[in-house]
């Protein structure tokens, strides 16, 4: 079993910018494709940013140039670094494990959620 713990987010202005990290709990991370994705009331879980074992990268063409993934495998973490954020942005943003996919099915296990909100 692989739990996921994120931490990172909160309230920012348009413009600003946070960091989200997702901490897991084993050390099968290194072997695991990471995802974030995020959920706005009334709207379903969407695709956000994945990394792969090895360092590949793909992001949704809504945040591509604004965030950044990247993964440490000795701390069993993943970041989203997200800049210039927009109101459009505010969700719940999940950190999961998995295989390599942009779809929720693809993954595995899911963290708790933590909320970014920004306002205008």
């Known amino acids: 079993q692989v739990q996921l713990v994120e931490s990172g987010g909160g309230l920012v202005q348009a413009g600003g910018s946070l960091r989200l990290s997702c901490a897991a709990s084993r050390r099968t991370f290194s072997s695991s494709a990471m995802g974030w994705f995020r959920q706005a009331p009334g709207k379903e879980r969407e695709f956000v940013v994945r990394i792969s074992s090895v360092g590949t990268t793909s992001y949704a063409d809504s945040v591509k140039g604004r965030f950044t993934i990247s993964r440490d495998n000795a701390k069993s973490t993943v970041y989203l670094q997200m800049n210039s954020l927009k109101p459009e942005d505010t969700a719940v943003y999940y950190c999961?494990?998995?295989?390599?996919?942009?779809?929720?099915?693809?993954?595995?296990?899911w963290g708790q959620g933590t909320q970014v909100t920004v306002s205008s």
């Open positions: 999961a494990a998995g295989r390599w996919g942009t779809t929720p099915g693809y993954y595995d296990y």
